[in-house]
């Protein structure tokens, strides 16, 4: 049987990269995190990099067009599933998805408003792995380093406090209405995202079967 097609839905910091990456390890799905390629593009300074650095400092978000291209080709070859995280994250996005592929299931870790602040606020990631820390759960203040593979930590551009209201509200205005789109499709499953880490894990396992 084809691995599974999953989109993971919610807020910025509602721990949709922590927990794709423990999902993708245990069903081998392949992870595709627009955030993380638009990172890459900008570090690279690609011309699609260029072009999305100053959208995604503001926490807007990124075209449509630049971002279902960059997606296209990268779906066609995950032939056992993929999990997609932080994409679509507009209705227009969703409806090209729909014309690419099919979805199993689309999963909503939801996390409000205060909670998102707090937790983006004590946000670090590693500049070498892309593994993500939380100063309120699993860092140290004195640590500066990554315990996978000793890469620099570092806050996120976006993850200062002016970024992060207007990230949300950008999140209430373009991304929310998915639940409704994706509800109707009844592909929708909600987990509470205020659940510790590992319950939301395995709510997000059961949910898929696994
Ligand atoms: P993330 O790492 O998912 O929080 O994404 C970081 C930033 O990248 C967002 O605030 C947007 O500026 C941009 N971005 C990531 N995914 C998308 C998307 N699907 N559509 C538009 N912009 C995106």
Known sequence: MPGKRVVFLGPPGAGKGTQAKQVVAKLGL??????????????????????????????????????????????SGARNGFLLDGFPRTVAQAEALAGITDLDAVVNISLPRDEVVRRLTARRVCRGCGAIYNL???????????R????????????????????????EKSTAPLIAFYSRRSLLHSVDGRLGSDAVLAEILRILGA
């Open 30 to 75: 392949l992870h595709l995190s627009t955030g993380d390629l638009l990172r890459d593009e900008v570090a690279r300074k690609t011309e699609l990099g260029e072009k999305a650095k100053g959208v995604m400092d503001r926490g807007e978000l990124v075209p449509d067009a630049l971002i279902i291209d960059m997606i296209r080709g990268r779906l």
């Open 148 to 171: 996978a593979c000793g890469g620099e930590l570092y806050q996120r551009d976006d993850d200062r406090p002016a970024v992060i209201e207007n990230r949300y509200d950008v999140y």
């Open 136 to 146: 309120t759960f699993n860092l140290a203040a004195e640590e500066s380093k990554c």
